[in-house]
């Protein structure tokens, strides 16, 4: 059964918890937490405060927020703005109780600063007071500090201190929440770079963990979400793509139950109360093979359907010719030139952006991603490529289609090597990553908003980067759920999130710990 036709396992007379949601970004982690319900459809987690600095992610959580007040019921409104018919302040006007319980519900704040502490802390006594103290606490700190891409980035700047670098411990607003809220149970996200990370050859996750296990009044129970863990830490790395998530993300998840709650409930955590792995993993194709066929745009030359269609043979050709020239595998050669005489003999090439709503193949996948009432489906439009990075798209797509692999480096044709000072050292080999239909994709991050050669779509035909809607659904966000801001700060949101559906699947551990 697909989770959202379950029920959590409770007494009619269910517990219900008050959400503060920190370094919420677009919202993945409260979207799936508020979805699970009891057995007479009231939700069991009630959001009750979402927090985010950047402006961007911050009106995409105030809008999410504005649409949990409907209770599952959206108006035409909404979707008459997201389809673009109406303006936002024509939404408010028509909803201004509901709009003013998400202004509530909302907090634009830089975390860890004074100024943030002073307005954020009334408001923590205020949701512990009403909820009885029955609070759930969930949220990751900024992950650039941690990650591997953002610790080399470190390493170039000539007198960086990371014992002088916020981000490290930003951790410590995020415990200093749990001091002031003392929730029931807590749930932290970072990437997996947190494992590894050190300050003054201290391991931040082990000071981490540390640090959680006593804090608050009662101190914190951490409880692995992972039942056959791989490593020291294994029991704290989700690997997304054994959860139905179509997507390779491995991220450090804690969860933590505060001592009273814990002890009450030894027996179930001692049972190994964990994430099921999924029989079969959920594939690219699952999510995307039946959304509208797009075609790319170019950035640096005059864009149009026929200038593209030009662009795109020519670039299929010169894939072609590169590769005959390095004397690649015939079959490849051939199925380059097959490309280009099929966008030859087409009428007319797909357009840069749809609207047409599709259906999500895999069923695991579509009671949750799919809205019937949708009118049409937003934030699907594709960025610009340069035409020299068609011909590299074309190859690295072709190459995967063939075989179900991304090209390294050392594979691609002198032709079409970038004029990249590092292309032959290695550090780059996997520059132009493919997403094969058949497997599930590479970790949709925020770099995705930069050139998206980590993210060409397997359509060779298309020869383009994933749109944000494609990212979206990988991070299995709802079709219905808009993002703010421009295209470049949508990407950033869909990145940098926890996918909904992961979250949701996290909820029902949390319920099933802490309700009875």
Known sequence: MFPKEQDASLEPMARRFKVVDLFAGPGGLAEGFSALRDKQGKRIFDVALSIEKEPSAFATLRLRSFVRQFDGKLPRAYYDYISGDIEKEELIRQYPEEWAAAEQETMMLELGTDEAATALDPVLDRIRKEAGGETI????????????????????????????????????????????????????????????????????????????????????????????????????????????????????????????????????????????????????????????????????????????????????????????????????????????????????????????????????????????????????????????????????????????????????????????????????????????????????TSHISKDGHYFIHPDPLQCRSLTVREAARLQTFPDNYFFEGNRTQQYVQAGNAVPPLLAYKISFIVNDLIAN
Not at 259 to 288: F, K, M, Y
Request: aromatic share 8%; hydrophobic share 40%; proline share 6%.
């Open 137 to 444: 606490l969930i949220g990751g700190p900024p992950c650039q500090a941690y990650s591997l891409v953002g610790r080399a980035r470190n390493r170039g700047i000539a007198d960086y201190d990371a014992t002088k670098d916020t981000r490290h411990f930003l951790y410590k607003e995020y415990i200093r929440i749990i001091d002031r809220l003392n929730p029931v149970a807590f749930v932290m996200e970072n990437v997996k770079g947190m494992l590894s990370s050190r300050v003054a050859e201290v391991g931040i996750f082990d000071q981490i963990l540390s640090d959680l296990e006593t804090s608050g009044e009662q101190g914190y129970v951490l409880v692995p979400l992972v039942s056959a863990p791989k490593g020291a830490h294994g029991g704290y790395v989700i690997r997304c793509e054994e959860y139905g998530i179509p997507q390779n993300r491995h991220r450090v998840i804690l969860l933590g139950i505060r001592t009273d709650r814990a002890q009450a409930v030894q027996n179930r955590i001692a049972a190994h109360h964990t994430l099921v792995p999924e029989l079969q993993q959920t594939t690219v194709a699952g999510a995307l093979s039946k959304m509208p066929k797009l075609r790319s745009g170019l950035s640096k030359s005059a864009d149009g359907a026929e200038a593209w269609k030009k662009a795109a043979i020519a670039a299929f050709r010169a894939a072609a010719r590169a590769a005959r020239e390095a004397g690649a595998a015939p079959e490849l050669i051939s199925r380059l030139g097959e490309h280009a005489r099929t966008l030859l003999a087409a009428k007319q090439p797909p357009p840069r952006a749809s609207t047409r709503i599709s259906r999500v193949p895999d069923e695991r996948l579509r009671e949750w991603i799919e809205d019937p009432k949708l009118k049409s489906l937003p934030n699907h439009a594709t960025r610009g490529h340069m035409e020299s990075d068609l011909a590299r798209y074309a190859f690295s797509a072709t190459f995967a289609e063939l075989f179900h692999r991304s090209p390294k480096a050392s594979e691609y044709p002198e032709g079409l090597a970038p004029a990249h000072e590092n292309w032959a050292s290695g550090k780059f080999a996997d520059r132009f990553r493919v997403q094969r239909w058949d497997a599930p994709s590479s970790t949709i």
